[in-house]
């Protein structure tokens, strides 16, 4: 039987990067699923318009806890224009796994926090 | 307990000078606990109740007016013999201790000493007050947390007594304690927050939780992260519903001895964040819904993560008592029933088996 999950997955999951909060953060925005009840906040400091500090808090399963992980190391140290033009395709690349369909919406949920807080940002 | 704090205050404000009564001991059968209160003024007003009205509480009249009169605490045995009882009314038969204290409101300690008490318990905190029996003037103030004021005569006796009103105030439970080597009677009075159940996950199962809880007289919290759920209309008699990351919520919270914890998600997403805060902060109680394979997973993933066997051994999981519940009211009952147990320090036997 194969591993449903990857270990890079498992591992930003077990051991999420970034996770906390940002003192004055420039960008803050929280997404949830109404229904499944995940809820990621992502905070961004930014100097000019790079990314300097990205930091994640929240109670969410495995796959949308590894997403928001991974996408705090993504975007640091990135323009928010390049941030902007991240695509939902890139972020579930990073998971390794094969996510189904129906669980897309979990790994997406922090780049959907993201782009409400960029797109309030502006 | 409101109520206590509320006439010490319309008596300061009123008279001068009272007498306080204390139930300290009941054997038999009573209808109120230790710890209950009847206030007697000089200028003849009357406040609380040591039983539930009647014969006794007149005769704790009489013994307040001469306690007055004498300037003299009084420690007052009252004999209640079933016929006695029954003729008055009263629906048990039982022995009653009751202390009789009067104070001078103008200069008395005793004001600051229960506002001392009031502060804690709106602070969350509980406190106790331990008096020696032998000689009511000395008092011994414990905080929750172990802070302590005054004495009860030697350094020793108060570290004893602290060490029993911890244990009393876990408990919540008012009782008379003999220390030191000579076995001094010690009365410790607990007072505490109102309990609180803060409930994690606003499911079907919490609804007739959040109900129960508030006919038991609990303070209820549900939180959860899906307005959805977390309702007004699913949720009518809850004190505080609150929606957010709820391990972020659990960090902003206060746990105390009288605060029960139940994890009702079913979902670890909830349950595993949560755990972490909730656990290593000791309150009266933590349920997790679910079976034992999925308790066993979750406890490996916390243990794992670092968390100490103890804290881990404080998880009751699967959460409630083994009484055949199947609808969501049933399941709310038998939690309810085992966290009300396990605070008090019983077995939750049947009454009929107790020994």
């Known amino acids: 039987m194969t591993a449903l999950y990857s270990d890079v997955l498992l591992d930003h999951f077990r051991h999420p990067r970034n996770y906390g909060s940002l003192s004055a953060p420039d ?21 000019d318009r790079t990314v300097t500090e990205a930091r994640f808090k929240g109670d969410g399963c495995a796959i949308s806890t590894a997403a928001a992980s991974l996408l705090t190391e993504l975007i640091r140290g990135v323009s928010i224009e390049q941030v902007a033009a991240l695509s939902d395709d890139q972020l579930i690349a990073t998971l390794q796994s094969d996510i189904k369909p129906a669980r897309r919406q979990c790994a997406l949920l922090p780049l959907d926090a993201l782009r409400h807080g960029l797109s309030e940002r502006r | 307990m409101e109520e206590l704090f509320e006439d010490i205050e319309k008596l300061a404000r009123a008279e001068k000078r009272v007498a306080m009564a204390t139930l300290v001991a009941t054997r038999g059968t009573s209808p109120k606990r230790e ?14 109740s040591v039983t539930i009205g009647g014969c006794v509480d007149a005769r704790v009249i009489a013994e ?31 022995d ?29 905190k509980a406190a106790a007050i331990a008096t020696s029996l032998n000689d009511s003037l000395q008092k011994l103030l414990i905080v929750e947390g172990g802070e302590i004021s005054g004495t009860l005569g030697s350094p020793e006796l108060d570290r004893e007594a602290r060490t029993v009103a911890l244990d009393l105030m876990r408990k919540r439970i008012s009782s008379i304690v003999s220390l030191g080597a000579d076995s001094s ?29 508030h006919d038991l007289g609990l303070r209820t919290v549900v939180v959860d992260g899906r307005p959805r759920f977390a309702t007004r209309e699913r949720f009518p008699d809850v004190d505080e519903l609150l929606i957010g990351i709820p391990s972020e919520i659990a960090e902003t919270m206060t746990y105390t001895s009288s605060t029960f914890v139940v994890l009702t998600a079913h979902d670890y997403k909830y349950d595993l964040p949560v755990l ?50 199947d609808t969501a009211a049933e399941i709310a009952l038998s939690i309810l029933a085992e966290a009300v147990a396990i605070k008090s320090g019983r077995t939750a036997v049947s009454l009929k088996e107790r020994r």
């Open chain 1, 27 to 47: 960008i803050s925005y929280e997404s949830f699923n109404p229904l499944c009840g995940d809820r990621i906040r992502i905070e961004l400091k930014l100097n």
């Open chain 2, 35 to 48: 710890g209950a209160k009847m206030w007697i003024g000089e200028e003849g007003r009357i406040l609380g």
């Open chain 2, 64 to 94: 307040s007016e001469q306690a007055l009169s004498s300037s003299a605490s009084r420690l007052v045995e009252m004999k209640l013999a079933d016929e006695d009882a029954w003729e008055i009314g009263f629906s048990c038969a039982g």
């Open chain 2, 96 to 124: 009653l201790d009751v202390l009789i204290e009067p104070f001078d409101l103008t200069k008395s300690s005793m004001l600051d000493l229960y506002r001392t008490v009031r502060a804690s318990v709106d602070h969350g």
């Open chain 2, 185 to 213: 009677p010690v009365f410790f009075e607990v007072h505490g927050p109102p309990p609180t159940l803060i409930v994690f996950g606003a499911g079907h199962v919490s609804m007739p939780l959040v109900s129960l809880a």
């Open chain 2, 276 to 325: 972490k805060v909730v656990l290593p902060a000791r309150p009266a109680y933590v349920g997790l819904l679910g079976s034992r394979r999925r308790g066993k997973a979750i406890k490996e993933f916390l243990k794992d993560g670092g968390m100490d066997q103890s804290l881990l051994d404080q998880l009751h999981v699967p959460t409630g008592l083994d009484i055949g519940a």
